[in-house]
Every structure is written in C-alpha cells, then in structure tokens.
C-alpha cells in the first residue's frame, strides 16, 4: 500500500521546513552577532593593550633621553679632555670668626691622594 | 691619565674649574649656613647659601659660599662631570657642588663618619672602573660600592651616597655608625 502524502500534510511539512530554516538562519544570525561582540571586545583589549604599551614605551624613551642628557648612560669621554681628575684638598687648622676661633680636625689628604694615585 | 693636585684655595678652584677636569676629587669639610655655625656673621651671609671650607693664603679657613660656586661654574661654562667629597660628613659639601651644577656628586651620607679603609677601597675602585675601564659614572658608583660591601662591610658602604644633577639620591641604603676617618 502506497503512502500517498495529502496536500495538507505537504503544506504542513513544508511550512514546518521553512520554520526550521527560519530558526537555523536567526540562530546562524545570532553566532554571527555573538562572535562581532566578541571580536569587538578583542578589538578593544587589544586597543588598550597597545595603548598601555605606547605609554610604557614613551615613559622609557624619555628616561633613556634623559639618562643619555645627563651623561649617565655613556662612559666618560677621556681623549676630549685636557684634564681627567684634580684634586684639591682643603684643611684649615683654624677657623676664626668675629668672636671665636675654632679648631678643625685635620684631614690626612696627602696619604688619600697617593694611595689613590698608585691604581 | 692626567691629573694635578693643589691646595683648595679660591684661587686654585678656579683655575681647577676653567682647566674643565671630568672629575673632581675634593678632600675638605662643608658645613651649613646657620646661625649656630657662622655667629654674628651669619647675618651677612644668610643668602649665600651652605659653605666649602677652603684654605686661605695663610692656611686658615675660607668661606666659599654655594652662590659663588655657582657663579664660577656658570662663567666657565663648566660643569663637572663628577666630584667626590671624600670627608665625613660631606653631604653638605657635595650639595653645594651640585647645587652649583656638577653632575654627579659621590658623598658621604650626612652625620656619618667613614672609616679610611673604606674611603680608599672605594676611591680606588671607583676612578678605576671610570677612567681605566670606561664605565659610566653610575655604574662605577655601584661596582666601587659593591666592593666595599663584600671587602669591608655593607654598613659603610651604604654611608656613601651619589646624588645627581635633578634627581634624588641613589643608593639610599639605612645606615648604622661605624668606626670613623
């Protein structure tokens, strides 16, 4: 015996296809919008990630320009100079004011500065 | 390495400015700009800021006030490099010197004495790292401090301090007295 489909159950197979496509599309729609959201939420990690990183890498361009303007990060010049090291040496015994005189203790410079030397 | 040595008259620090050495090795005392300090001359001089005790022609003492400093390096068109105040407490004498527009001063920290032993190592292994094996200023403060540390103590190599030109003190460890220089 043949099963011979009644036009009513096509039209109702068929609207029931179409509901089905219709639910698989606005579904596929949905993932669509859900993985924009997520990319768009990436995007803007991202955006801040990069943004931290500029900062990082300006706050570390300005502290080596200004190591480099202070001279902290380069050796010292010697050839450029006509003198690398002066000593001077200072040890009043005395030290007199308008109304006292104060003694001073004596600095051994002169054992300092050939000890020094010998390096 | 060309060096010279003198007296530290005025005199003789202006002609030390204008012969533009890199470094400056000054080996005297500071002391501040107080009433308690100066007497009844305070109140000619409480504008000239802290003072380098320099000799005079006789050996006696010579104020040489942070202004006129300043005013001198700035007509040399001169800044040293570094200068290292050896004495004990010589912080004051080191700010007046980077106050007046030295670069780097190496100091001892104020109200504490060094030890000479601990004076000389560091010297030693500072102006040979600098000017033997060309390290920077920085990095041969570290490495002279560093040895002073391990080869004597820790307590007086933290009594040694770098101050430079516009930024805080470097190596700012707490420190404990110890014996003195």
Do not use: W
Not at chain 1, 30 to 39: A, F, P, R
């Amino acid at each position: 015996m043949s099963m011979k489909k009644t036009k009513s159950q096509n039209l109702q197979m068929a609207e029931f296809s179409f509901a089905n496509s219709q639910s698989i599309q606005s579904l596929n729609a949905n993932q669509k919008d859900m993985i924009l959201v997520q990319l768009l939420k990436d995007l803007g990690l991202f955006k801040e990630k990069l943004r931290l990183a500029e900062g990082e890498i300006m706050h570390k361009e300005y502290h080596i320009s200004r190591m480099k303007k202070d001279g902290n990060s380069y050796p010292v010049e010697l050839n450029e100079s006509r003198l690398h090291l002066a000593f001077l040496f200072s040890s009043p015994l005395i030290r007199r004011t308008h109304v006292t005189v104060e003694n001073i203790m004596q600095l051994d410079y002169l054992t300092e500065i050939n000890d020094i030397l010998k390096v | 390495m060309k060096y010279k040595t003198d007296v530290a008259t005025v005199s003789n620090l202006r002609s030390t400015i204008t012969d533009c050495p890199i470094a400056l090795h000054f080996s005297g005392h500071g002391i501040e700009n107080t009433h308690a300090n100066l007497g009844q001359e305070y109140a000619l001089y409480k504008n000239k800021g802290n003072i380098l005790l320099l000799e005079d022609e006789n050996g006696m003492a010579d104020y040489f006030f942070e202004e006129d400093l300043k005013y001198m390096i700035e007509i040399s068109q001169n800044a040293f490099e570094v200068v290292f105040v050896s004495s004990c407490y010589s912080q004051f004498a080191g700010e007046v010197f980077l106050n007046a527009g030295a670069k780097h001063v190496i100091c001892i920290r104020r109200g504490e004495r060094i030890s000479d032993k601990a004076s000389l190592r560091f010297s030693r292994v500072f102006y040979e790292t600098l000017f033997v094996k060309n390290y920077n200023v920085c990095a041969s403060f570290s490495i002279a401090k560093e040895e002073v540390s391990k080869v004597i103590n820790s307590s007086e190599a933290s009594k040694f301090i770098l101050l430079i030109h516009g930024q805080d003190d470097y190596g700012n460890d707490p420190t404990t007295p110890s014996s003195h220089k």
